[in-house]
C-alpha cells in the first residue's frame, strides 16, 4: 500500500512558475513509477508526465512539454513537478500517482493522491 501527499498547489499569474511535490508513504518507493496527471473542472483527467523508477527515463504530455520538469528523490520518497511559463490553461487540480514496474507508464496508476489545486490567473 502506498500513500501520496501532494503540496504546493497555488494562485499564480501566467508565465509564473511553481513546484508541486508529492511525497509518498512505505519503503518499497524506488520500485514505483511515478507519474502527474491534472483534471480541469468539467474536462477528464488528463496524463502530464511519468518517471521511471530511477528517474532514468521522463515522458511528458506535449501541452507541457519544455515548460514542466518531473524529477524525484528516492531517498526522501519524494516526487516534484517544476512547471515554469505557466498558462491560464494550467490550471487544474493536480495529483501524482505510483504504479510498481520499470517503466514509465501513462496509465494504469494504482495509487493516487488526494490532488493540490493550481489556478493561473491571465
Known amino acids: 500500500q502506498v500513500q501520496l501527499v501532494e503540496s504546493g498547489g497555488g494562485l499564480v499569474q501566467a508565465g509564473g512558475s511553481l513546484r508541486l511535490s508529492c511525497v509518498a508513504s512505505g519503503r518499497t518507493f524506488s520500485s514505483y513509477a511515478m507519474g502527474w496527471f491534472r483534471q480541469a473542472p468539467g474536462k477528464e483527467r488528463e496524463f502530464v508526465t511519468t518517471?521511471?523508477?530511477?528517474?532514468?527515463?521522463?515522458v511528458y504530455a506535449d501541452s507541457v512539454k519544455g515548460r514542466f520538469t518531473v524529477s524525484r528523490d528516492n531517498a526522501k520518497n519524494t516526487v516534484y513537478l517544476e512547471m515554469n511559463s505557466l498558462k491560464p490553461e494550467d490550471t487544474a487540480v493536480y495529483y501524482c500517482?505510483?504504479?510498481?514496474?520499470?517503466?514509465?507508464?501513462?496509465?494504469?496508476?494504482?495509487?493516487w493522491g488526494q490532488g493540490t489545486q493550481v489556478t493561473v490567473s491571465s
Open positions: 518517471i521511471s523508477w530511477n528517474g532514468g527515463r521522463r
Open positions: 500517482a505510483a504504479r510498481p514496474g520499470p517503466l514509465v507508464y501513462m496509465e494504469g496508476y494504482d495509487y
